[in-house]
Each structure stands twice: as C-alpha cells, then as structure tokens.
C-alpha cells in the first residue's frame, strides 16, 4: 500500500510541477514534414505525459527574401507566444539565424536547443536571404554567434565522404555523381561542399549538379530515368513553392517518387526512414536518436543546468542505412554490403516466411492430442460442474425460473410449465417451489402470483425487461432478463434486480431536465465538439444570434468556418483535444476576422471535458466589452502618458497610510522611488511637507514655498500646492510642486550679466541702437555713457530721414550704400566712419557698427542692431599725425639734397624694422 501511494503521489507531482501556462516550444526552419515527425515524436511522447505542453511552429526560412519579412516573422512569434516558452528547440540552422535577436532582448534567458549541421554561418541575415557563398570575411563559426545565449547544441551533419564511399562500395561501376538538391540556403552550401569533396578526393567522378533552378519536376524525373547503373544518385531535398495554398508551404514531392523513376539507386544524406523504401539507404543518424539526445539535454535545461555544462556530441552514432529490397530491384549483389549495415526489407529465410504455419499446425497437432486425452477426464468433470452449476444457481441473488414452453397446432406460444426455480424466486414471490413446480403459468397468475410475463418472456426478444408489483410490499419491481434457450422447448430465465437502478435513472433523467433547462437559459451558445473540431450538437437555443443564426446550420461544420489561417485551427484543436486528455478546463479569447481582415467578432471560449471524444464549450460574444476595454486601456495609457510628460512633479497620496497611490516621472525623479512617507519624517523638508498635510487636511488646500536638499544635489526652491480630494468617502492628498531653483538662479545671472554689460558700455562709450526697417525708426539709448559726458535724455529716437539729414553730404552717399549691402546679403556686417553735425550740440567725428538683428519668414531682414561711438579723440591724433609727416618731409628735403636722402635712406632701413 506504501508503494502504491508513493507512486500515485509520485504521478501527481510529475504531473503538476508545470503550471499551465508553461509550454515547450518547437520551431522548424521549413516545415514538419513526415521525416521530422519521426524526430519530434520523443519529444512530445516525453513532456506531454508529464503536463508540459509542445507546441510546433513552422517558419518557412525558404520563402522570406527580405529583413522587413524576418521583422514580420519575429514579431508573429511574440504575438502568437505572449509568453516566453519554458525552453525552445530549434531545426536547422536559417531559422536559429533569422530569430536569434529574439532571445537577446523579449526572450532573453530562455534556454534553446539548437539542432545544426553546419560548424560555420552568414555573419549577416542579408547573406542568409541572398544565398551567398560562404568566405572568410562574410561567415563565423556558430559558436561565436552563440556567445552570450543559453544555447545547447545538437550536431547532425551530413557525412558527404562516408556516403559517397558507400556508393562506390554498392556501385563498382560508378564513375559519375548526380546530385540532387533545390534553391534554399543549406542546399547551396551542401553543393560548394560536395564540389571540393570531389574534387579533391573523388577526382574520377564526375558531378552533375540536378537544381530546382535548372530543372522542373518533370525534367527531373526524365533525366533520372535515362542513367544507367554507372550514375550514382545523391538526393538532398527538392523543395518547390505551391501556389495553389492559402499559405506558401514548402513541400517536398519528389522524395516519394524518385526510386520508381530511376533506374539506379538512390542515396540520400537524410534519415528519410529508409523502412518506407523511398529511398535505397545513406549514411546519416537515424531521426529518433537525435530526438532521444534532444530529449536528455531539455530535461538537463528545464532543470536549470546551464548551457556551457552540456557538451556536443552525436559523433560515433552514424550508420550505413540500407533497404535491400530497393537494392535487389537494381540487382545490386548483397555481399557489397558493409558489415555495420542497418539492413530494411531484407529477404527472409524458410522459417521466417512460414513460421506461423508451421507454428500453428504443431500448436493444432498438440491441442489434438491434448482433447482426446482429457475427453474422458472433462466428461467425467462434466457432472460435476452440472451439480456446482445447480448449487451456484440455488444460491445466487438473481432471480431465476426455468420453463417449459407449450404451443398449440398452429406453433403459438399457449402457456408455459414452471420446470425449476432458485431461492431468490421462492423470497421473491413468497412461496416455496413444491407450490409452482409443474404447474402451468396461467393457474398460477389466478392463484395471485404476478407472472403474466413469464409466457413469452425469453422467446420474443424485444421483451428484455420487466416490470410488476410486489404482492406483499406493493412496490414496483424492475428486472432485466438474460435468457438462455436450452432446447425447442425450455428456456432459463436469469432476472437481475434494477429497481435501486431504475429509481436512480428517474433521478437522473430529471437531473438532467434540469441541468438542460439551465443550459437553455444561458444567454450564449453552449456546443458540443468533438476532438476534430466538428460541431456535434448545440445544447441550447441561445438568445444571442450574433454568431449563430441558425443553430441547426452550425450542426456538422468544422470551427475551421470560424478560423482564419491553418495554423490558429491547429493550435485550437490542440486546446480541444488537451482538455479531452487531461480532463480540465481551458479558456481562451479569439478574434473572427471579416474578408477585408477586420475584426467582426471577440469571442470568449470555456472549454469543458464532456466524455472521450467531446468537449462542452461557451462561447461568449465580447466585442461590445472588449472594445470598451481596449478604449478605456486606449484613455488609460493616454492619461497616463499625459501625465508622465507633464513637467511639473504630480502625486496623490493616501491622507491615512501616507502611501503614494500615483506619481508621475517628474515627481520620482524630483523625490526618489523610494521617497514614500513624509509625515513625521527625520528631514527638515520632510517636516515641512508633514505640516502642509495637516494644514491640508485642515483647510482644504495649501500653498508654500519651500527648500530642499538632498544627497548629491544642489539646494532646491520647490513651489508646493496640495489639495483635499475625497472620492467614495476617502481623503487623498493631490499635490503639485513647481521647481523655480532655475528661475532664481537664471535672475541672478542675468542681473549679473546686466551689470557687467553696463560697466563695458560706460567705460568704452558706446551708444547701442536699433533700426526698425520696417517702420522707418532709429532709436539710440544713451542710458549707459557716464553722467559727465552727456546729460540728456537716455532715449532718442528718429526716422531714418531725420537721422541721414544729420549726417554730413560728403559722408551720406557711403552709409546708404553700406547699409542697403548688408539688407541686401551682400555682407554680414558693416562699420562706418562719418562726421555727425547738429544734434543736441554735437557736431564731430563718429564710427558706427551694425549687423542684421531679425528677419521675417521669408529671410528679409527687418531689424538691424549696431553701436555707435564718437571718434574725435582719433582723429585728431590721426590729423596731428598727418601734419607731423608732412613737416618732416618738409625739414628733410630743405636741409638735405636728393642724393644724401637716399644714403640717409637706406642707412636708416638698415638699421630699423620701418620702411619709408
């Protein structure tokens, strides 16, 4: 009993250790065709048992051409899988390529198992679409691209060398290879390969390349048919696009064919089971070996052992492979075969062709000598047996009555003689059988006994059950008969006791009225499917006619009417036939799209086990509440992403707890995650803000300005506002705060700046001024020259006119040149020296500078700044300068002669920098 325990709970836990969204996903480069069911079958035979669920997903590598179509592929995983597989089996090495990226970022750390042949792959995803040829510079080796991933291998590779040794062992006569091969990228490499195998250790054959891009099917299967046996076929896969699909599938067609058409046998570097006789063997690792291997390192993976600790290793486990009925057609002689051989079909010896014949006659011979010595032994036991059979039936708890049967001359049943009755007859009827043995039914239903059925009971057989009162008790007996005609004349009637039954059936056919009037009252359809996804019957009428307008039509369909690609059937039937298996209940939602791919209707399914081979589901039409949802999740991310770029820090605040119920990305990164109560709180600002709550809770409101200083931060000045909000009888605390360290501190500098600009304009004199050129104004601030150089007014402004009419003639023409170059863009800036004359009493010598200060939208300049400043001062010593020259000029040619200046002249350039 221990034991039996230890098992059943041992059972148990082995099938509850997975949760129920836990799944193990396989992912195939192409697709499952049937050679790699073989290789998946181990897998789902071992996990599924055990509550973990497979799952299977084709990628077709081979069709995708572009980067944007391996985005597309990646992002239909992360919606068909929301969550991440417990581990990943990966087939062939384009589809670990295409969706490696996945398990660097939304996948990250979930263990994969990768199945490859090749040690070295594209280095870029382009090569991979574009089948380029594999160098240096474009490839690495597949364990570099795997750094960083929790990635195991599985290595099966082709063995080109030992299946080509193989061919010239069978074929003597061999002297030229035909390989066969279609368009995809592990073709193209299988190719460059078996061109430098041949070359450079078969040199004597010669290779013929057999291309999906050379030749069609048809043309394939005639060039097949015209070798002879000293033509060696090596079939790899031929894959071609189906058009006629709603989805492009790869589809291998030709492997099924090819050995009736060739008239040479066929080699493949692939286990395509060589039992089936497709194919005339290989040398290669049959496909359940690899899926045993798979098999230990997931189990190795799911218990959290890591990746780096699990070697590669599949080498040592590769055979020939070989069908000798395929071979003997070919008339290829038996002894070439190799001694390691794994032989199909092989011709088998007299005993195997009959061995059950012969097995059987000896069996027959035996079992004849063994009846005619115990025939006297069993006759002997015979009677025996008829006493023990008397007793059991005496003393058995069923009814039982045997009787004579009597008819009149036209072979009717009249009436019958009660022959022999048991116990459980005399209880029954409250007689002993000396009362009823010899006599006639008819006598016996006037003398009270309720036997009425005991006339033709046992002859007719519709009549299988009856029922009568009880003479004593007056209740109403139920029996089924199982009758035994022993002669013409005489039946036995054994009556087994239904009444207990019969009570509990008219308990449970008005159980089941009830539970039927329940089902009619549920508003949605209630259906019965089975485990093919076929609608058997719907239970109920339901009131919503959304999905089924007519319930009888929907009887006998297939769920495919409500399922818009194969695969979303597939896995439907998969949750079908799960709840069958294990006897739980599921519950998913999906999506029924219109032509156009619109969503027409959001269902809600509850599946329910039913019996073996059905399952109750229903089906809940949730569009109406469903698009309400995704609008108010619509408004909820929109109010949220309002509120998180808001720059102003927002947090409501429970009045009670003082825990934060919502804080926005300005606020955490104001306060800190972690910043929670500040009632009571050890900080000076803490403190202050525990006060304004109060205050708040007081008043209803509050307002402070108040000073903050945290860690690794400079000092704060935050403008605080908190309100009482009050919803469904509770009090949250609704704060804002306004960071104005900035504005105080951009006030300071820019009264700092204002101070040091005024120093520089007092101390060089300069008159800053703007040109209004759309209005025609001149306006000069005088504000910043000292008191003691100009004690007019700080403001001047002027029309352009008035200025120029104070600006001397000769000078005029020079400013309105250089000041139409720079409105014009000819120059950036410009700087003028001109003579000024009459205002406020100023007449002299100034200079200008000015620069373009705004421009309108379609770059015309309508502002110009510039400063001004009076330059008598310079040109004075510039005209004292002047008449100094000219003076010396004057002293040097009255005291000296032409000649002695020249000497004069270069004696003085000798000795200086300066030149006349």
């Known amino acids: 009993m221990l034991l039996l325990l230890g098992c059943n709970v041992g059972e148990v836990w082995a099938t509850t250790q997975w949760k129920e969204e836990d799944y193990l996903l396989v992912l195939s480069s192409i697709s499952f065709d049937d050679p790699w069911k073989r290789f998946c079958e181990p897998i789902r035979t071992a996990f599924e048992p055990e509550g973990l669920k497979v799952k299977f997903d084709e990628l077709l590598i081979p069709t995708l051409h572009t980067e944007a179509q391996i985005d597309s592929l990646q ?12 581990t990943v089996v990966f087939i062939g090495d384009p589809g670990w390529i295409a969706c490696a990226p996945l398990f660097r970022q939304e996948w990250k750390g979930v263990p994969v198992v990768l199945g490859f042949s090749q040690e070295i792959i594209p280095r870029k995803i382009e090569d991979l679409l574009a089948k380029t040829a594999l160098t240096p510079e474009n490839s ?16 099966y590779p082709y063995y080109v060398r030992e299946t080509l040794r193989l061919m010239m062992r069978l074929m003597p006569k061999m002297h030229k290879l035909a390989f066969i091969s279609d368009n995809r990228y592990i073709s193209e490499v299988l190719r460059e390969r078996i061109r430098r195998i041949c070359s450079e250790e078969f040199p004597s054959l010669v290779l013929e390349q057999l291309t999906t891009e050379k030749y069609s099917t048809v043309d394939l299967l005639q060039k097949l048919a015209s070798y002879d046996d000293s033509v060696g076929v090596l079939y790899f896969s031929w894959y071609m696009h189906v058009q006629n699909q709603t989805n492009s599938y790869l589809v291998d067609n030709i492997r099924k ?80 075969y190799p001694q390691d051989a794994v032989l199909y079909m092989a011709p088998l010896s007299f005993y195997e062709r009959y061995k059950a014949a012969l097995w059987s006659v000896g069996v027959f011979i035996f079992v004849g000598f063994v009846a005619m010595f115990s025939l006297v032994r069993i006759r002997r036991r015979a009677r025996k047996y008829a006493q023990r059979y008397i007793r059991l039936v005496d003393n058995m708890p069923l009814l039982y009555v045997r009787k004579e049967i009597l008819h009149d001359e036209y072979g009717e049943v009249v009436d019958a003689v009660v022959a022999s009755v048991n116990r459980a007859f005399e209880d029954t009827f409250r007689c002993k059988r000396e009362q009823v043995l010899g006599k006639r039914v008819r006598e016996l239903i006037k003398e009270g006994y309720p036997l009425d059925w005991l006339i033709s009971a046992g002859i007719h057989k519709e009549i299988t059950r009856i029922s009568f009162t009880h003479p004593q008790s007056g209740a109403l007996c139920h029996y089924d008969l199982i009758p035994f005609v022993s002669e013409q004349s005489g039946v036995e009637l054994f009556c087994v006791d239904r009444s207990r039954v019969a009570q509990a059936e008219e308990k449970l056919a008005s159980l089941q009225l009830l539970n039927q009037r329940i089902i009619d009252s549920i508003y949605e359809p209630v259906c019965l499917i089975n485990r093919e996804g076929v609608f058997e019957q719907v239970l109920n009428h339901p009131a919503d006619h959304s999905l089924f307008a007519d319930n009888e039509s929907v009887v006998g369909t297939s769920i495919r009417r409500f399922i818009d690609t194969d695969t979303e ?37 509850r599946m329910l086990y039913f019996d073996p081979q059905c399952i109750i589901a229903f089906i809940q039409n949730i569009t109406e509440i469903d698009y309400e949802r995704q609008k108010n999740e619509h408004y909820r991310q929109f109010l949220n992403s309002v509120l998180d770029n808001i720059p102003i820090p927002i947090s409501v605040k429970d009045a009670v707890s003082g825990q934060y119920q919502l804080q926005n990305k300005a606020h955490i990164r104001l306060f800190g995650e972690k910043f929670g109560h500040v009632i009571g709180g050890e900080l000076p600002y803490a403190v202050e803000l525990g006060k304004m709550d109060l205050q708040t809770l007081q008043e209803g409101g509050a307002t402070r300005i108040v000073s903050m200083q945290q860690p690794d931060r400079e000092l704060a000045l935050l403008v605080h506002k908190k309100l009482v909000y009050s919803p469904h009888g509770q009090n949250w605390l609704v704060s ?16 700092e700046i204002n101070n040091r600009y005024v120093m520089v304009l007092r101390s060089i004199k300069l008159i800053p001024y703007t040109v209004d050129l759309l209005n025609h104004r001149v306006d000069f601030d005088f504000s910043y020259i000292a008191p003691a150089d100009y004690t007019g007014s700080s403001h001047i402004v002027w029309v352009d006119a008035e200025l120029l009419d104070h600006i001397y003639s000769e000078d005029r023409c020079k400013v309105q040149k250089s000041i139409e170059e720079l409105t014009e863009g000819k120059v950036n800036k410009i700087r003028e020296e001109f003579r000024i004359k009459g205002y406020y009493g100023y007449e002299g010598w100034g200079e200008a500078f000015a620069m373009v200060g705004a421009r309108d939208e379609s770059g015309v300049p309508t502002l110009l700044v510039g400063a001004y400043m009076r330059i008598n001062e310079r040109k004075q010593i510039e005209q004292d300068l002047i008449e100094a020259k000219s003076l010396f000029k004057n002293i040097i040619y009255n005291h000296f002669s032409i000649s002695e200046i020249k000497a004069k002249y270069i004696i003085f350039s000798e000795h200086t920098t300066f030149r006349s």
């Open 75 to 86: 992002q239909r995983l992360l919606a068909t899988y929301p969550h991440p597989p417990r």
């Open 140 to 155: 690495m080796p597949i364990y570099e691209f795997n750094q960083g991933l929790n990635v195991a291998v599985v290595k």
């Open 257 to 336: 064919v090819i050995s009736g058409f060739a008239q040479t046998p066929v080699f493949t570097l692939l286990d395509l089971d060589a039992s089936l006789g497709l194919m005339s063997g290989g040398y290669y690792v049959d496909y359940p070996t690899i899926g045993e291997r798979v098999v230990e390192i997931l189990r190795k993976l799911l218990n959290h052992v890591p990746a780096s600790e699990i070697p590669v290793s599949m080498e040592g486990l590769a055979h020939p492979y070989l069908n000798c009925a395929n071979l003997q057609r070919l008339h290829i002689d038996p002894v070439r």
């Open 569 to 605: 059937f597939n896995e439907h039937l998969s949750y079908i036939r799960m709840v069958i298996d294990t006897r739980t209940s599921y519950h998913f939602l999906h999506r029924i799209h219109d032509r156009e791919g619109n969503e027409q209707y959001c269902l809600s399914v």
């Open 736 to 751: 804002s705060a306004v960071d104005i360290t900035e504005v105080q501190q951009g006030k300071k500098i820019l009264s």
